[in-house]
């Protein structure tokens, strides 16, 4: 009686080799699927935050509210004449807005502070908002000071520098550089110019424009885009006011 012929150890080591082969081969296709998918979600991640952040500054500007404010001129209880609320410097832009980030548009009017700051690892710079709850004209009027030109001239109108928090929202990151311009009618053609700081205290600005230019290039994420808003008041800033 013949037994069975079993199999030899050279076919044991060419079966496992086979097995090894396949298994490594299903393991960096998963490993490429994985890394596919993570990468799809990093570009949907950084589409939804430059988005996000166009959305946010759209809804700020758009509820822009045209108050005008009694700025201090020299000590803290005087006033001097009012003025239209609005800083627009070349890295600081500060206007009231009916728009919360934690509220939308059903929370309080918040004073809306727009600036740069140096990145925590000191690569490039990012855009931060800070909201200050605004609740009169009075009170806004403690924000901002009347200030003797020294070479003549018209008194300007200074804020204080806007400080970050651990409360300030990010808008845009990994950025070279960020810049504010004010749009300015003009009798006359072109009708229009672009200002690097706004200084007018009888009217606001037409429009405002905040570039920003990223870090680095990179053909993976989605560039930030710059950012344009008309701002439309019908308000005269001259017109006798009460505080």
């Keep these: 009686m013949k037994h069975p012929r079993g199999m030899t ?3 044991v080591l060419i079966a496992v080799s086979l097995v090894a082969l396949l298994s490594t ?3 960096f296709a998963l490993r490429a699927g994985l890394g596919s998918v993570e990468s799809i979600n990093r570009h949907v ?6 988005s996000g952040a166009q959305t946010i500054l759209e809804q700020q500007f758009a509820g822009l509210m045209p108050v005008v404010a009694p700025c201090r001129t020299g000590a803290a209880e005087d006033y001097g ?10 890295g600081v832009i500060r206007f009231v807005s009916a728009y919360s980030l934690q509220e939308a548009g059903r929370g309080r009017p918040q004073v809306i502070e727009l600036f ?3 990145a925590e690892d000191g690569q490039g710079v990012r855009l931060v908002v800070n909201e200050v709850p605004y609740s009169s004209p009075i009170t806004a009027g403690l924000m901002c000071r009347f200030q003797v030109s020294e ?3 018209p008194a300007l109108l200074v804020f204080p520098p806007p400080r970050p928090s651990p409360r300030s929202f990010v808008l845009a990151d990994r950025l070279s550089k960020v810049s504010f311009a004010y749009q300015e009618l003009v ?3 072109p009708y229009e110019r672009w200002l690097p700081s ?4 009888d009217v606001f600005p037409s429009a405002v424009r905040i570039e920003m230019t990223p870090l680095e290039a990179d053909a993976s994420r989605l560039p930030p885009l710059p950012f344009f808003a008309r701002i439309q008041v019908n308000r005269n800033i001259n017109e006798a006011i009460e505080f």
Excluded: C, Y
């Excluded at 991640?45 to 430059?50: L, Q």
């Excluded at 003025?83 to 070349?90: K, L």
């Design 25 to 27: 081969g299903m393991l």
């Design 81 to 90: 004449s009012p003025a239209a609320f609005f800083d627009g410097e070349p």
């Design 198 to 201: 706004w200084i007018r205290t």
């Design 187 to 189: 009798q006359g053609e």
């Design 116 to 118: 740069a700051i140096r």
């Design 45 to 50: 991640r950084n589409a939804r935050k430059a």
């Design 151 to 153: 070479v003549g001239g």
């Design 9 to 11: 150890l050279i076919e």
